[in-house]
């Protein structure tokens, strides 16, 4: 059984960055696609990036792109989120997600979910 635990979010002010990290276990991490989602209040869950097995394909939701940049480490079983120029409008909890097969951008299609963490930002 594959187990998320996301870390790294918190609370900061218009154009400030956040890092946030997702630790894998229970499967062979590499097997996997990975992606980050997140869901603000009252919205329902969206695609924000995902990142390739191997980490060499990378895809954004246009909301993010040129800001946020997701990557992997095989070695240590992580993928991370950099968030940067953060806006109010990316206050969301945001998951960490682990998929079977090849990256995708639809929350459906991925087989395992993290708790989630708060990322909250004001203006």
């Known amino acids: 059984q594959v187990q998320l635990v996301e870390s790294g979010g918190g609370s900061v002010q218009t154009g400030g960055s956040l890092r946030l990290f997702c630790a894998f276990s229970?499967?062979?991490?590499?097997?996997?696609?990975m992606g980050w989602f997140r869901q603000g209040p009252g919205k329902e869950r969206e695609f924000v990036a995902a990142?390739?097995?191997?980490?060499?394909?990378?895809v954004y939701a246009d909301s993010v792109k040129g800001r946020f940049t997701v990557s992997r480490d095989n070695a240590k079983n992580t993928v991370a989120l950099q968030m940067n120029s953060l806006m109010p409008e990316d206050t969301a909890v945001y998951y960490c997600?682990?998929?079977?097969?090849?990256?995708?951008?639809?929350?459906?299609?991925?087989?395992?979910w993290g708790q989630g963490t708060q990322v909250t930002v004001s203006s």
């Open positions: 997600a682990a998929l079977n097969g090849p990256t995708n951008t639809a929350p459906d299609r991925y087989d395992y």
């Open positions: 229970g499967r062979t991490f590499s097997s996997y696609s």
């Open positions: 990142v390739s097995w191997g980490g060499s394909y990378t």
